[in-house]
């Protein structure tokens, strides 16, 4: 079992930066990718990048590319998403993952709840 809590969402202006957390639980966390997908109102939810568990290894949604920074520091169980240049559209609850490296929610076992990115023009 592993417990995930994301933190770090908040309101910002469109442009800005934001710096998201993802605290695991356990001493197997760095035996899994973890993942960060968002779900924006009335849509599904979406891949947006995802780190290998040595932190070797990332791919990014061409959405986030260029813009969007995953890694992890696995001494402290912890998983960042440093976002830059935010745009309305990366207004959405982000969600971490622990699981298998994949872009598909399914391949994921371990799901945090979420926090609120809001990017407002």
């Known amino acids: 079992q592993v417990q995930l809590v994301e933190s770090g969402g908040e309101l910002v202006q469109a442009g800005g930066s934001l710096r998201l957390s993802c605290a695991a639980s356990?001493?197997?966390?760095?035996?899994?990718?973890v993942g960060w997908f968002r779900q924006s109102a009335g849509k599904e939810r979406e891949f947006v990048a995802v780190?290998?568990?040595?932190?070797?290894?990332?791919l990014y949604a061409n959405s986030v590319k260029g813009r969007f920074t995953i890694s992890r520091d696995n001494a402290k169980s912890t998983v960042y998403l440093q976002m830059n240049s935010l745009k309305p559209e990366d207004t959405a609850v982000y969600f971490c993952?622990?699981?298998?490296?994949?872009?598909?929610?399914?391949?994921?076992?371990?799901w945090g709840q979420g926090t609120q990115v809001t990017a407002s023009s």
């Open positions: 780190v290998s568990r040595n932190g070797v290894t990332k």
């Open positions: 356990g001493r197997t966390f760095d035996n899994y990718a």
């Open positions: 993952a622990a699981g298998e490296f994949s872009t598909s929610e399914d391949r994921y076992d371990y």
